[in-house]
Every structure is written in C-alpha cells, then in structure tokens.
C-alpha cells in the first residue's frame, strides 16, 4: 500500500471558490506530481517538483498554483474555481536517481473536483 | 510535437490468450519506461520498468519490450484472466514522468 494521500476525495464547490487540494507522502520521496484526469480519458501533468522549494509547470496548462515547503507535502491551490476545473486530480510521487524500481512512481486515491 | 501514443481503441480479448498493448513516442529519448495499470475511479498503479539498454522484461505473466531505435514498447500479458481487465498506460521517465494516452483491456470468460 502506497504511503500517499489526498484529500478530500470528492469536493463539490461553488463557482468562484478558492480550494486546496492536498497530497501528502511519507516515503520521503523527491519527486512529487499533480496530474489532471477527465473520466476515461489520459493523464495530463500539470504541475511537478523536484524537492522543496523546487516547483515546474506541466504540459497542461493550469490555472492552478503549487507549493512544496516541505518534502512530504505538496498542496494544489485554484484560487477561483470555475466549471472548467471540474476533474480528477491525482498527486503522485517518486523518487529521484537511476537504479531499478527508483522512479517507480506512486499514485494517491485521487481528488474528485467538481465545480458548480 | 511530443506525442505517447497507445491503441486508442479498445481491446477485447478472450480469456486465456495472450493480450499485446502498443506505446510509440516521437521526440523523446527516455532513459525509462514504465507501465501502469488503472482501474476506474483510482490512481495508476505501477507493473513493470524497462531501462533503455534493456530488450525485454519480464514479471509473472506480465513481458515488456523495449526498442530505441522504433521509439516504440509492446506490453504482453499471457493467459489473460478476466482480473486483467483495466486501463494500461505507458509512461516515460524524462525529465518528469510522461503518461500515454492509455489502452482499455477487457477480458471475457
């Protein structure tokens, strides 16, 4: 079982609303992942860290914003939610070097977003 | 652009054979892949790696393979089972870890 989580599961908010999607991980892990996920449809890296005060834009853009202040911690902010936003978001985390099995990375249960 | 692409279709197989997934990438040089399998309503949940200078992989039922030089990897499960049934999406580790589209398996009995 994968020392990760996220919460809430499921959020339900108004238009407009600022919401933190959390994601923590107790594996000490370096790497750290928010992926954005419609229903059936494929991944899409949003925002990534490499350590603590270390934080990168994904291939997706995002109105959303990141922080990692600390390892084990790496918290997604929308400062105004809007319809669009509406998805699942999946925090994962790795960690870093080269040798087999390293970069296998592990997935939380997910956030279900929803904007109305 | 950069692209991971897998079979967009899905693939339906009947139980006992043997099931082959298909990831291509352009513009990537990946040290790594991976392969995951997602159920629905959960996170991805790693199966197997594959490094750059290897050729095969195996784990249990599950082979991986890996060519450079086509930029492309197939995923085999042998004697499916109806438990095999999933989303399986190859990733590349680059900088960041790269998701391909994903490929629905349905296995019926």
């Known amino acids: 079982e994968a020392d990760i989580y996220q919460t809430p599961r499921y959020l339900v908010i108004g238009t407009g609303k600022k919401i933190t999607l959390e994601c923590s991980q107790t594996?000490?892990?370096?790497?750290m992942y928010w992926y954005q996920q419609d229903p059936g449809m494929e991944l899409h890296l949003i925002h990534y860290?490499?350590?603590?005060?270390?934080?990168e834009k994904g291939d997706l853009s995002s109105e959303s914003t990141v922080s990692r202040i600390r390892t084990e911690h790496f918290p997604l902010t929308l400062e105004s939610a809007r319809p669009s936003h509406t998805s699942q978001y999946l925090c994962?985390?790795?960690?870093?070097?080269?040798?087999?099995?390293?970069?296998?990375?592990?997935f939380g249960q997910g956030t279900r977003l929803t904007v109305v | 652009s950069q692209k991971i692409e897998q079979n967009s279709e899905a693939l339906n197989i009947q139980e006992g054979k043997t099931a082959t997934l298909t990831c291509n990438y352009t513009?990537?040089?990946?040290?790594?892949l991976q392969w995951y399998r997602q159920d629905p309503g959960r996170g991805p949940v790693f199966l197997l790696l594959?490094?750059?200078?290897?050729k095969e992989k195996r784990k249990e039922r599950l082979k991986v393979t890996f060519d450079t030089t086509l930029k492309q990897s197939l995923f085999h499960i042998t004697a499916s089972q109806p438990a095999d049934s999933a989303t399986y999406l190859c990733?590349?580790?680059?900088?960041?870890?790269?998701f391909g589209t994903g490929t629905r398996l349905q296995v019926f009995p």
């Open positions: 990733a590349l580790v680059v900088d960041k870890l790269i």
């Open positions: 594996m000490g892990h370096d790497k």
């Open positions: 594959i490094r750059e200078n290897e």
């Open positions: 513009n990537y040089s990946p040290a790594y």
């Open positions: 860290s490499y350590g603590v005060n270390s934080t």
């Open positions: 994962a985390s790795s960690e870093s070097g080269t040798w087999v099995g390293g970069t296998e990375a592990f």
